[in-house]
C-alpha cells in the first residue's frame, strides 16, 4: 500500500512538472537563473501582503484620521490626535485623572494579568512538565488529558467554566447543598479577575508544558546517570543540570506565554464581559469595545490603541531575540 502510494503520488507530480515546465521555462528566460525563486515565493508574497501589510497600512491610516465614517476617503486627517487622547494625563499615577481612563485601566489590568498569569503558567507547566517526564503510571494518558483543553476553543472552554461559575451554576449549586452561601464568583471583582487568570492557564498550559516535555526529553540522560553516581541530591540535579539545559526552552515558554497574556480577549470576554465594571477590561477588549461595541465607534482611537499594543508586543518579540541570542552566546562560551 505505502508503494503504490509513493507511486502514485510521483506520478501526479510528474504530471504537475510536465503541464508547468513551459511556465517554469518562460520565467527563468525572463528573470535569470538567479532570481527564478522569487516565481515560486510570489504567490506566498502576494497573499501576505494583501493580508498582512495591507492591513496594517489601512489600520495606520485609520489611527491618524478620525470621524465616524468606516471609508477612508470620508475620514478627515488629525496626525497624532488619537494617540494625544489615548495618552493625556493630568497625573499618571491617578488613573482617574486621565482623559481615556478606561485605556489606562486596561492597560493596568493587562500588566497585572500578564505578570501574575505567567509566572503561575510557566511553574506550573514546568512542575507538570517534570512529572510527566518521570516514569508514571498511565504517562501517556496524563500527557493527553494536559494537552486535551489546547484543543478546544477558547469560547467553548470559556462557555463550559461560565456554566461552572455563574450564579445558578454548578459551583454554587454544589455550595447550597452543602449549607454554604454562594458565592458572586463573576459579578466580585476580586473573584472575576482570579478565574480570568485560573481559566487562562487551564486553558492554555498544556502547549507550554508540551514544549518544556520536548526539551526534558532532549536532555542526555548520561548525565543523570553521571549525577546519580556522584549521589547528587535531586534539588542539586534540577539546578545544575535540568533548569540550565532547559533555559532556551523555558525563554521561548515565557516569551510565548506574556505575548498570549497581552493578547488575552476570547475568554475573558465570553466568561465575564470586562466586567464587573471595568476590573476585566483588558487592552484588546478596550480595541473591540472603543470599534465596535459602542453605539458611536471611534475606529481612529481604536486603530491607535492597536498600534500601542503592537509595539509592546514588538518590544517583547525583541526581548526574545536578545534573551536568545544571550543564551546562545553562554552555551557557546562554555
Known sequence: MKAFFVLFLSRVLALFFNLF????????????????????????????????????????????????NLMPHLRPYTGAENFAILLECRDYFDIQTCRKDVF????????????IQVVLMVLLSLITALVLNRKIIGRGFWRGVFFYPVLLSPVVVALIWKWLL????????????????????????????????FVSIWAH???????????????????????????????RVLRRITLPLLMPNLIVVLVLAMIRAVQIFDEVFVLTGGGPGSATTFIVQFIYQT?????IHLYGLAAAASLVLAVGLMLLTFAQLRLTRAEQAGQKAK
Open 21 to 68: 515546465e513551459p511556465f517554469f521555462r518562460l520565467g527563468q528566460r525572463i528573470l535569470g537563473s538567479s532570481r527564478i525563486g522569487w516565481l515560486f515565493v510570489g504567490p506566498n508574497l502576494l497573499i501576505f501582503g494583501l493580508f498582512t501589510f495591507l492591513p496594517i497600512l489601512i489600520n495606520i491610516s485609520y489611527a491618524l484620521t478620525g470621524g465616524v
Open 104 to 115: 489606562w485601566r486596561a492597560i493596568f489590568n493587562t500588566v497585572k494579568f500578564s505578570l
Open 166 to 197: 455563574q450564579n445558578q451554576g454548578v459551583f454554587n449549586a454544589l455550595l447550597v447543598g452543602a449549607g454554604a452561601a454562594p458565592v458572586d464568583w463573576l459579578t466580585d471583582a476580586g473573584w472575576a479577575f482570579f478565574w480570568t487568570i
Open 205 to 235: 498550559m498544556g502547549f507550554y508544558t508540551l514544549i518544556l516535555l520536548a526539551g526534558l526529553q532532549a536532555i542526555p540522560k548520561d548525565m543523570y546517570e553521571a549525577a546519580e553516581m556522584d549521589a547528587a541530591s535531586p534539588w
Open 291 to 295: 470599534g465596535f461595541a459602542e453605539q
